[in-house]
């Protein structure tokens, strides 16, 4: 069953501080990784297409990477702006119609 | 400004009154999807359209209709809706092909059916 775990479920970090976000996926045959981002009340933005592993991307104070099983989104330096919920979403390449998400990261950054 | 619009943005209800949730987009794009965010769970997929008059099941489709009639509209039915579909619902839309499917995401829909 193709399945999508996002860890941690929230993440407080003091602005400045750098972590990374998980995304742990199970599909059969992955054909594209999605990285989105969502504010309160809003619906998801994208960020980034992960196709093949070893792949990384960058946007500003993101960088996005990629591996057989996972995938991280690293935030450095992060600022209060940062604060949101990051949602992660994989596409199969047997039904490129078909998209599968996480339940997503609560990122909080504290001035 | 490219964009997906969706109405109404908050509706109320009671079981079994027929609703339908529009949506549309002004980027000319092939694929459109409608996917329900509840807590826990995250966004999980009803059902999409690959184009004008194709349309199939996602994971959670149940309950619901869709038809794809004009390539900017794809309008989300309800014929008999329940409780257990009170949730936050997103339409969404991207270009096809080998390198894109990037979603834009409209500003959702909450439902609440009492």
């Known amino acids: 069953e193709d399945q999508v775990t996002q860890s941690p479920e929230a993440l407080r970090l003091q602005e400045g501080e750098s972590s990374s976000l998980n995304c742990s996926y199970t599909?059969?045959?992955?054909?594209?990784l999605f990285w989105y981002r969502q504010d309160p009340g809003k619906g998801p933005e994208f960020l980034f297409t992960l196709y093949s592993a070893g792949e990384e991307k960058e946007k500003e104070r993101l960088k996005a990477t990629l591996t057989k099983k996972e995938s991280f989104l690293h935030i450095t330096a992060p600022k209060p702006e940062d604060s949101a919920t990051y949602l992660c979403a994989v596409q199969a390449r047997y039904n490129f119609n078909k998209f599968y998400f996480g339940s997503g990261t609560k990122l909080n950054v504290k001035p | 400004e490219a964009q997906v619009t969706q109405n109404p943005r908050y509706l109320i209800t009671v079981t079994g009154k027929k609703l339908t949730v529009t949506c549309s987009q002004n980027?000319?794009?092939?694929?459109m999807s409608w996917y329900r965010q509840d807590p826990g769970l995250g966004l999980r997929q009803i059902y999409y359209s690959m184009n004008v008059e194709v349309t199939d099941k996602g994971d959670v489709p149940e309950g619901y209709k869709v038809s794809r009639k004009e390539k900017r509209n794809f309008p989300l039915i309800l014929e008999s809706p329940s409780p257990n579909q009170t949730s936050l619902y997103f339409c969404?839309?991207?270009?096809?092909?080998?390198?894109?499917?990037?979603?834009?995401f409209g500003p959702g829909t909450r439902l609440t059916v009492t």
């Open positions: 599909v059969s045959g992955l054909r594209g």
């Open positions: 969404a839309s991207s270009l096809t092909g080998l390198m894109t499917y990037e979603q834009y």
């Open positions: 980027m000319n794009h092939e694929y």
